[in-house]
């Protein structure tokens, strides 16, 4: 059994003039939103083994929040190949994960973490499932319980949804 967390980075500001989508910021919602995020994740009682983070600021801003609340920190591996990656891009990412890391956390972007979430959800609590396919908000985070031995086989499993929280639902708005 292998559990997969799933965050979407926080809000960010709009990209300025001259300005690489890569390094757009948290805006005061975002950071708000980070940090509350963080405390729920931190809380969480498996601990975290691995942490894959995009190397844009936003998802590191995001993870930034988090990190202050783990000591000490698992190991993170920040990839330029996670930012704006496709759904089988995250998942074939992944799949080379370490098979002593029992818990990894993801933190990048939409549209692939939604559809990966989407993907790997064949079951789960149907608020949550139906909140996670409306709209996989900034921020948000799902939490997915999958039936594996081994992180290769993750690009063909089926998981159950055990928690999908917004940062609205942690009264951040």
């Known amino acids: 059994m292998r559990t997969l967390l799933l965050l ?31 405390g729920l994740i931190a809380d969480l009682p498996d601990r975290i083994d691995l942490i ?17 609340r783990l000591n000490p ?19 074939a990412a992944l799949a080379l994960s370490p098979d002593d890391a029992r818990t990894v956390l993801l933190v990048g972007h939409n549209d692939g973490i939604e559809q990966l979430a989407r993907r790997l959800c064949a079951s789960g609590r149907q608020p949550d499932v139906t909140h996670l396919r409306q709209k996989y908000s900034t921020g948000s985070l799902a939490q997915i319980a999958l ?15 055990l928690a999908y929280t917004r940062p609205r639902d942690l009264g951040v708005i």
């Open 8 to 38: 979407r980075h926080a809000k960010a500001g709009v990209r300025g003039p001259g300005l690489d989508d890569r390094a757009r910021q948290l805006n005061d919602r975002g950071e708000r939103s980070a940090r509350a995020m963080a």
């Open 52 to 68: 894959l983070c995009s190397t844009a600021e936003r998802t590191r801003q995001t993870l930034g929040a988090l990190l202050q």
């Open 73 to 91: 920190p698992p190991p993170i591996d920040y990839d330029d190949a996670l930012y704006l990656a496709s759904d089988r891009e995250l998942a």
């Open 147 to 161: 039936a594996i031995d081994r992180w290769a086989d993750l690009p063909s499993a089926r998981g159950e949804l």
